[in-house]
């Protein structure tokens, strides 16, 4: 199994779409380790720098339709190249949603007022606060970071001193396809 958490990339927008994750002309890359430069170079967001704020992250909490636009696995491959194997958001494109899963990776949905909660207590807190990417650039303050505790579905967001636990959910064959590392390992093991 994956793991899963890491320091927090704050992005404070509805509607993020896969173009903007990952852009279309880069779907002829053979690889998907090729897709690990260009992830979100195209997302525009107050006080975001892709260049800048992407390394060493394990972790996207944004707002609501998240993956929204052309079904791709792409944008999730971009994701994972990165080190992200979690985002967090009020909802996302079915779609995208699935592929997340389908490549072992975890798509949990928290509800707006949760993530309001977690934007206002943890977003300013990491790293300086970014404007609307709060908590992308650097600036002294310690950064935001995420445990994921798969056995209890907890979500665990750490930063000086705070410490908040959310529940989600994560049940079925979701659950599956995370523990088996995804889709094709799943299969694998099955049929």
């Not at 320091?7 to 053979?30: C, G, H, Q, W």
């Not at 650097?138 to 665990?156: W, Y």
């Not at 750490?158 to 299969?187: I, M, Q």
Request: proline fraction near 4%; hydrophobic fraction near 40%; charged fraction near 25%.
């Amino acid at each position: 199994m994956k793991t899963f958490g890491g320091t927090v990339l704050f992005l404070d927008r509805n509607d993020i779409n896969t173009d903007e994750i990952i852009p279309a002309k880069y779907l002829n890359e053979s690889s998907k380790e090729a897709l690990k430069p260009n992830l979100l170079e195209d997302l525009r967001l107050e006080g975001f720098d892709p260049r800048r704020d992407i390394a060493g992250k394990g972790a996207v909490l944004s707002r609501s339709n998240f993956g929204c636009g052309s079904s791709r696995e792409h944008a999730p491959w971009a994701l994972e190249m990165n080190g992200i194997n979690i985002v967090i958001a009020e909802s996302f494109a079915r779609i995208f949603r699935q592929n997340m899963y389908n490549c072992g990776m975890i798509a949990a949905e928290l509800p707006r007022e949760t993530l309001d909660e977690l934007f206002r207590d943890f977003a300013g807190k990491a790293g300086g606060g970014a404007g609307k990417a709060g908590g992308a650039a650097g600036g002294g303050a310690e950064p935001t970071t995420l445990s994921v505790d798969i056995e209890k579905a907890l979500l665990i967001f750490r930063s000086g001193g705070r410490e908040k636990r959310v529940p989600f959910t994560l049940e079925g064959f979701e659950r599956a396809l995370v523990e088996a590392g995804g889709w094709v390992e799943y299969a694998a093991r099955r049929y």
